[in-house]
């Protein structure tokens, strides 16, 4: 017996300026809908026993039209091929006045959507498998109704579905509002898989416990995960991730600018993008070590242009301190062409610059000491 585990989709996640040219809307919402729908392609080709969905169906408590209309479609498409979908509520679409309603109540009518956000824990049999629900919910909390959550001794099969934290020897948490955790012994009961949702990176958790992660990057902290679902076949306990084609997203190595004039970290930074290879990715660049009269003179808006042909270039600028100084009273300043000579050598100017000024400054300095 097959399921696929799907999770964290945030469908009506936005960000960013940049429109697609031909639908019109948020790019990034775009691709957002663009990885759920080869989550569906992916799991109607599958042709599983069922589909869990983990949590963060949607990334708000009240999406908008467009993210609602697009997620009816994908059910529908899953309940034509009759294809059994539990989905659960997480943190990000369960308000948090239960008299405010659950946007989940739009796949009621839908037949084989199972959709649960009633905090307590439901049981819905599907075959030989028994699955056991625990919707997000904060009273009681989702650790409490995970504890007392057991499996049947009646079923050839037996899952959990939830979506929280897990704190362990490893902690999986996203340190987001409304977060819930479980402590790790909770899971080890028996089950034959564990669906888990809220932590985005793929991930085993513990014995058959698997987060399946989100679809797509939702910050630079994803940088460097792949995305996809998660095939499970109960029966002889195997795992298989289905990886999902997304836009990439590049986190360019930090750029060490000490000791740089600001004309040479622009250099450098030109360098760097330009072997990058960034058209249409999401990309950040971070300058660190940059001495505060090479600050000064920084041409920012240029740096920023070297990343124009990017989806979004994220660019910043790690300023070191000037040295420590003196509390008032404590301060001692130097003979006026010594203090001179220290502010001239501390000038982003070339060295030459900085000797012609010497020249120039010294004899008034001097005569004015004198």
Do not use: C
Not at 30 to 39: E, M, S
Not at 172 to 195: C, R, S
Not at 311 to 322: G, S, T
């Amino acid at each position: 017996m097959r399921l696929v585990h799907i999770s964290d989709t945030h469908l009506g996640f936005s960000a960013y300026s940049k429109l697609d040219q031909h639908e019109g809307i948020n790019q990034r919402e775009l691709d957002i809908y663009r990885a759920f729908q080869q989550a569906i392609d992916i799991t109607i080709s599958l042709k599983p026993d069922f589909v869990v969905h983990s949590g963060d169906l949607f990334d708000s408590v009240r999406p908008g039209n467009r993210a609602i209309d697009f997620a009816l479609k994908q059910m529908i498409r899953l309940s034509q091929a009759g294809i059994e979908t539990i989905l659960i509520s997480g943190n990000h679409s369960t308000p948090r006045l239960r008299e405010t309603g659950s946007i989940f109540r739009i796949f009621e009518h839908l037949e084989h959507i199972h959709p649960l956000h009633e905090p307590g824990i439901a049981t819905i049999r599907i075959g030989k498998a028994n699955v056991v629900a625990i919707p997000h919910s904060v009273s009681p909390s989702i650790a409490e109704l995970a504890s007392k959550a057991t499996p049947s001794e009646d079923s050839a099969f037996n899952v959990l579905l939830l979506h929280a934290g897990i704190l362990g020897s490893d902690v999986f948490k996203m340190d987001e509002f409304n977060e819930q955790a479980v402590p790790i012994g909770a899971l080890d009961k028996g089950w034959d898989y564990v669906a888990l949702g809220h932590f985005h990176q793929h991930n085993n958790v513990a014995d058959n416990a698997y987060y399946s992660g989100s679809t797509e990057r939702l910050g630079f902290g994803e940088v460097d995960q792949k995305k996809g679902i998660v095939e499970v076949d109960l029966s002889s306990h195997t795992i298989r991730f289905h990886e999902i084609k997304i836009r990439e997203m590049l986190d360019l190595p930090g750029l060490n600018a000490e000791g740089m004039a600001s004309s040479e970290i622009l250099g450098e930074a030109r360098k760097m993008v330009s072997g990058a290879g960034i058209d249409d990715k999401i990309v950040r660049m971070i300058i660190k070590n940059v001495a505060p009269d090479a600050y000064r003179s920084l041409d920012v808006p240029a740096i920023r242009q070297l990343g124009s042909s990017a989806l979004h270039f994220e660019l910043k600028v790690d300023r070191v301190e000037a040295d420590a100084q003196k509390t008032e009273g404590e301060a001692q300043i130097g003979l006026l062409g010594d203090e001179f000579k220290k502010f001239v050598s501390r000038l982003d100017y070339p060295d030459a610059k900085k000797a012609r000024l010497l020249e120039l400054g010294m004899p008034y300095l001097e005569r004015d000491q004198e």
